[in-house]
């Protein structure tokens, strides 16, 4: 069955950092994956998808991913980390009609 | 753009009562998901629909029941309430799937049901 772990609940950059979540998947067969964030007390806003046409994803807000075969990973970046990027980030994965989620990765940016 | 509906936003009940979630799913999607979010918890699959038959089971208690309509948008029913009810419960929904495509879901914005 597939799943998806992130590694990290809690991670903290100062505003204008990099921002690096973790993400390894874990698919017998080519999965499809996305990233979510929630603010608080708001629904998931989809961030970005890997459809196999590209391993390098860009979405909103700036937010990119590469999709790395090889180490089994989809890692979320942004070079630069804005104030208003602090929320909760959810890597999630499926391969037919349930999608599986991460626990999730608190971000926090600081002035 | 349109996007999921889920009413009531709130939502408070005692122990033993019943509940009844809406989603409406954005125009023209056909599959339909819902998902428990406990306090700092990650979603959990609860149930999904497509073309209003129920299409996949995750965790859901045997209290819950759920269906969609012939509009397409679906309810689902919480009985015997417990204080482990007390949950984030998000509907989203997905468009008709392209061969090969992935299957994006868009998240409505959640119910929050509180069991006292």
């Known amino acids: 069955a597939q799943s998806v772990t992130q590694l990290g609940s809690h991670v903290s950059v100062s505003e204008g950092a990099l921002v690096l979540l973790r993400c390894n998947y874990s698919?017998?067969?080519?999965?499809?994956l996305f990233w979510y964030v929630q603010y608080p007390n708001q629904g998931l806003q989809l961030l970005l998808k890997?459809?196999?046409?590209?391993?390098l994803v860009k979405g909103i807000n700036g937010f990119e991913a590469e999709f790395k075969k090889s180490e089994t990973s989809f890692h979320l970046t942004k070079p630069s980390a804005h104030m208003s990027d602090a929320a909760e980030y959810f890597c999630?994965?499926?391969?037919?009609?349930?999608?599986?989620f991460g626990a999730g990765t608190r971000l926090t940016v600081k002035p | 753009a349109a996007g999921v509906i889920q009413s009531p936003r709130h939502l408070i009940k005692e122990k033993r009562e019943t509940a009844t979630l809406k989603c409406y799913p954005i125009?023209?999607?056909?599959?339909v998901y819902w998902y428990q979010q406990g306090p700092g918890q990650d979603p959990q699959f609860l149930i999904s629909?497509?073309?209003?038959?129920?299409?996949d089971k995750g965790s859901i208690p045997d209290r819950f029941s759920a269906q969609q309509f012939s509009d397409y948008h679906s309810e689902l029913n919480m009985s015997s309430l417990e204080l482990g009810d007390s949950a984030l419960y998000f509907c989203?929904?997905?468009?008709?799937?392209?061969?090969?495509?992935?299957?994006?879901?868009?998240f409505g914005p959640g119910t929050r049901l509180t069991v006292t």
């Open positions: 890997y459809t196999s046409a590209a391993t």
């Open positions: 629909f497509y073309e209003k038959m129920q299409s």
């Open positions: 999630a994965v499926t391969l037919g009609n349930d999608m599986r």
């Open positions: 989203a929904s997905s468009p008709p799937r392209l061969a090969g495509g992935p299957y994006e879901q868009y």
């Open positions: 698919s017998s067969v080519p999965p499809y």
């Open positions: 125009p023209r999607h056909d599959t």
